[in-house]
């Protein structure tokens, strides 16, 4: 039995007392911290063959048409994420959480996605965008514009327009739809439907008096205006749509959140106003988002915050809808159009979380998204439906130390540094706001709440906002054509695979023999097929 005194302010016996719990945390590994079956050599060899059965039913490729396509895009979603994610999965449901399938974890086919955007090796979430949406690499903090367009140089946005795989879907009679745990006009979505050198200019009133005389057109107005009638619209941004000075449904009070336009125009109303002949409903809150039957909903509007929506950890579950209760609403409105459908849903709050060093929120949102891909899958099927799911970019996020399994995943690595003696994270940024000295020393994070929503993980270098990473991601698909993502390709690959599976866009020549029939197969699954499927879901 070890006994240790420890005397406040005695930084030789705290640091002391810190190397035996290292040592017995050590060793009490001896005891294996996994189940008595990962013991056994059968237990591997059974569930590898499995695999490798799953694996060949694959061999049969899925060559149907695309009826929908969903686009799921977690926003700084890099690959240490994903793995990190699974382990919070598992350990949220009781488990040790490295064995954790994650749902984008069950897609048959993985590729990598080169990142960098065609001015920076570390790209921004704008010109990716543009490269997984529209098709073409772009320049950084520019969307749905070509890289002949400079950031912020309103006379470089005409005659540089591009256009993305949602006006291609909407154009082949398909209905469409954005979901986003942002502002709807922020960098991802935007590049759905704008054509902007600036990301920043979510209204009129974020844009330069001579952007404006030069007739540049917000974010916000373009939303409304170069796509007529988007069939689902979900997110935040509120205060984009309306007057300055207006104040906001939710927060009267709080100036912060009041209406940003210049132009004094209401776009809600306009929107509100122009659908009043169509099946069409706008709502700003959970409860009358909830009330939304979709069979008597073609079009639908939902802003439900001024600005981003809440960390899924700080959500208000009276008010505020989840991503999985938005995404599973708005298939249900998409799938009545006989045609199919183009939705794009981003866990854009992912991002958000690591730029703040605040990994235990990015985590909880890549957790949340994975559950909104999981409710998608249910009411969608893969013989009709191709689903993607990516990230635009990395992060500069990382964990580490030998730690145990099933040790929490935002808890400490077994040992003290060999260098200051003193405890660290498992996880760990390369920059950010988390790097804190204490008299010309690293902070002791055992005195801190390690553990808690908001703790700023360490960082090596100090920055007020931690980077983006410039490491390949990844890439998971499933449904029609989800073959074709393979390898590791440029991003702006990804639109012309699903147009391609969907008989959209530019190469359609294959969809029809010489005979006028399409040559590609219809979605109609057989009882051998329904069969495989149940063996890659189980």
Known sequence: MWYVTVVPGNTTTMTFFLIICSCLAWGGLGKPQFPDQEKDPLFWNTWAQHTLKNALTLQKLNQNTAKNLILFLGDGMGIPTVTAARILKGQLSGQS?????????????????????????????????????????????????SAAAVRSQCNTTQGNEVTSILRWAKEAGKSVGIVTTTRVNHATPSAAYAHCVDRDWFSDGEMPAEAVQAGCKDIARQLFENIPNIDVIMGGGRKYMFPKNQSDVEYPGDKKHFGT?????????????????????????????????????????????????????????????????MVELAIKILRKNPRGFYLLVEGGRIDHGH???????????????????????????????????TADHS??????????????????????????????????????????????????????????????????????????????????????????????????????????????????????????????????PSLAALLTLTRLLC
Not at 110 to 124: E, P, R
Not at 361 to 380: C, F, K, N, S, Y
């Open 355 to 389: 730029h703040e060093g605040k990994a235990k929120q990015a985590l909880h949102e890549a957790v949340e998204m994975d559950r909104a891909i999981g409710r998608a899958g249910l009411i969608t099927s893969i013989y009709d439906t191709m689903t993607v799911v």
């Open 261 to 325: 336009r210049k132009d004094g125009r209401n776009l809600v109303e306009e929107w509100t106003n122009r659908m009043k002949n169509k099946k069409a409903q706008y709502v700003w809150n959970k409860r009358e988002l909830l009330t939304v039957n979709p069979n008597n909903v073609d079009y639908i509007l939902g802003l439900f915050e001024p600005g981003d929506l809440p960390y899924n950890l700080e959500r208000n579950t009276e008010t505020d809808p989840s991503l999985t209760e």
């Open 395 to 524: 992060h500069m996020f990382n964990f580490g130390g030998y730690t145990p399994r099933g040790n929490t995943i935002f808890g400490l690595a077994p040992m003290l540094s060999d260098v200051d003696q003193k405890p660290f994270t498992a996880i760990l940024y390369g920059n950010g706001p988390g790097f804190k000295v204490i008299n010309g020393l690293r902070e002791n994070v055992s005195t801190l709440d390690y553990q808690g929503n908001n703790y700023q993980a360490q960082s090596a270098v100090p920055l007020r906002m931690e980077t983006h990473g410039g490491e390949d991601v990844a890439v998971f698909a499933k449904g029609p054509m989800a073959h074709l993502l393979h390898g590791v390709h440029e991003q702006n690959y990804i639109p012309h695979v699903m147009a391609y599976a969907a008989c959209i866009g530019q190469n359609r020549d294959h969809c029809m023999s010489s005979g006028g029939a399409s040559s590609l197969s219809p979605a109609l």
């Open 97 to 145: 959480g490295e064995e954790t399938q994650l749902e984008m974890d069950k897609f048959p086919f993985v590729s990598l996605s080169k990142t960098y955007n065609t001015n920076a090796q570390v790209a921004d979430s704008a010109g990716t965008a543009t490269a997984y949406l529209c098709g073409v690499k772009a320049n950084e903090g520019t969307v749905g514009v």
